[in-house]
């Protein structure tokens, strides 16, 4: 029996528009990265210019990957929260390894909590029951 083509819940839309701005904002810094180069070489920048550049990149290329999935209806789901999640970690960690003054330091509860909202968030979306037929591929 065929499953009939749903259309896409608002919720899974504003999560799916939510992972292309991440991918697009990480695009749009590797290419400031790239753009800058010679002007953030003469400076005294803390961590590689070639590393901050790929991993822009690839976590550019994470995003638009997680949300072809979404469009995809791949059942792949746990991508989108773990790719969040990751990536908030990452930028986290990158705000540690950065920033040493103790004031700083106690400056990232909300990059904490916005994070941890948006890993939480997707996770229901995710696996809300009221979207699995939404993550059924429909049968041709």
């Not at 065929?2 to 504003?14: D, L, M, N, Q």
């Not at 995003?63 to 995809?72: K, S, T, W």
């Not at 996770?123 to 009221?130: F, M």
Request: with cysteine; proline share 6%; hydrophobic share 55%.
């Amino acid at each position: 029996m065929a499953v009939p083509a749903k259309s896409r819940p608002f919720s899974v839309t504003i999560l799916l528009w939510g992972v292309i701005i991440l991918g697009a904002v990480n695009g749009w810094r590797a290419l400031g990265w790239f753009q800058q180069r010679q002007i953030l070489r003469g400076l005294d920048v803390t961590t590689p210019l070639l590393i901050e550049l790929i991993l822009a990149l690839v976590w550019c290329a994470v995003f638009l990957i997680v949300a072809l999935n979404i469009l995809r209806r791949r059942r792949s789901r746990w991508a989108v929260p773990l790719a969040i999640g990751l990536y908030g970690l990452y930028r986290i960690g990158l705000l540690v390894y950065l920033v040493v003054t103790p004031p700083a330091t106690e400056a990232l509860l909300l990059p904490a909590v916005t994070y941890g909202t948006a890993t939480l968030l997707a996770i229901v979306i995710c696996w809300w029951p009221g979207h699995a037929d939404y993550w059924q591929k429909p049968n041709k």
